[in-house]
């Protein structure tokens, strides 16, 4: 019997649809310190596309832009600017995988069959999920290759790694539709319930939200889900999908083990993040007791520190990283805590907003 505990192993990769994936790379290697590791495009026999396979750490992302105006992707870049489109899911067993999800009869695969290349085999297929977003489902226990089939080795050197894992991925989606994509991963895939908060907790006077946290595993993969909440004003959940014009991915939260030196070496590269206001940290040691980093280094580059049962995480927020005020990252580092910064939603959304005043859309 199946209980659905070892299908998914992890996050494969993410790939993104975008306008220039070379200008995406580029920032992807020189602001945040990926590696350029593959290239594939009309050089490689791929001829619609061009995508860039990047990686630091356990974390990989392919950035893909298009050759042809009217392809999928063209459309999905017109429609939605900078996204990203696949949630890419490590499957232990396809076949497995596969027929666990169709028996449950809540999403539904789109096999893609067999790939066969000179470095060996990869099943594969995907299930749609929130907006236009898709999780391919890939089996790589026969494949001895260590890019994707049709890409090229590029040489970089190996930078110093800042991120190590991606720690979760938020999904966006329309207000009144978070619990049955809860339902989905939960009744569809196999996923548990990690937490919830209700808009209460995560309001301010103007822009409020709810959301839900669902995991596969032991926290092999987890995706929050947050949908709007009615505030005073337009959430920052709705700005997100009237931009984005569909559900999407929010942000991806990538885990660090020196959050200091990384958000340090990252600002002097010229990644952007929100400002915390000076006042959050004159009573930081009164809301989350005693801490290992100086406050005065957290203060210095807008750390925010939340903590729970298990211990405490730090963590901090990129400006959105397209033209459009949809995607952006997260930096985090645990220090125990399992949870994801409940306490510091105040704090950031005050920070959002006065970015979401600035673009009149509050
Ligand atoms: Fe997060």
């Avoid at 009744?187 to 301010?204: A, C, H, N, P, W």
């Amino acid at each position: 019997m199946m209980e659905g505990g070892d299908l998914f192993q992890g996050v494969q990769h993410i790939e993104f649809y975008v306008g220039s994936a070379r200008q995406w790379a580029f920032y992807h290697s020189k602001a945040f310190g990926f590696a350029i590791k593959g290239y594939a495009g009309p050089e490689t026999g791929v001829r619609d596309r061009v995508s860039y396979l990047l990686e630091q750490g356990k974390v990989r992302l392919i950035l893909t832009g298009f050759l042809d105006s009217n392809s999928d992707i063209g459309q999905h870049v017109r429609l939605h600017g900078d996204g990203v489109h696949d949630i890419a899911l490590k499957v232990k067993d396809y076949e497995e995988t596969s027929s666990f999800i169709n028996e449950r009869k809540v999403a539904l695969i789109k096999d893609e069959g067999e790939i066969k290349t000179g470095e060996g085999l990869i099943r594969k297929g995907y299930v749609e999920a929130y907006g236009e977003t898709r999780h391919s489902l890939i089996d790589l226990s026969e494949y001895e290759g260590y890019l994707p089939p049709g890409f090229m080795e590029i040489k970089s050197a190996d930078g110093e790694v800042f991120v190590g894992n991606i720690d979760h991925v938020v999904g966006n989606v329309k207000e009144g539709e978070m619990n049955s994509w809860v339902d989905f991963y939960i009744q569809g895939m196999g996923f548990t319930q990690l937490m919830s908060f209700d808009d209460k907790d995560i309001s301010t006077k103007y822009s409020a939200l709810r959301s839900k946290v669902v995991q596969y595993g032991k926290r092999n993969v987890v995706f929050p889900i947050n949908e709007p909440a009615l505030g005073l004003k337009k959430s920052q959940i709705q700005e997100y999908i009237d931009y984005y014009r569909s559900d999407g991915v929010q942000h991806i939260a990538l885990h660090t083990s020196d959050i200091v030196k990384t958000v340090r070496e990252l600002k002097a590269r010229g990644v952007e993040f929100l400002n915390t206001s000076g006042i959050y940290y004159d009573t930081l040691a009164e809301r989350v007791g005693r801490i290992d980093e100086d406050i005065s280094d957290l203060r210095e580059l807008g750390i925010l520190v939340d903590r729970d049962d298990d211990g405490y995480l730090l963590q901090i927020f990129t400006k959105p990283i397209g033209d459009r005020p949809t995607f952006f990252y997260e930096i985090i580092q645990r220090k125990g805590a399992t949870s994801f910064g409940k306490g510091n939603f105040k704090a950031l959304f005050e920070s959002i907003e006065r970015e979401q005043e600035r673009r009149g859309n509050l």
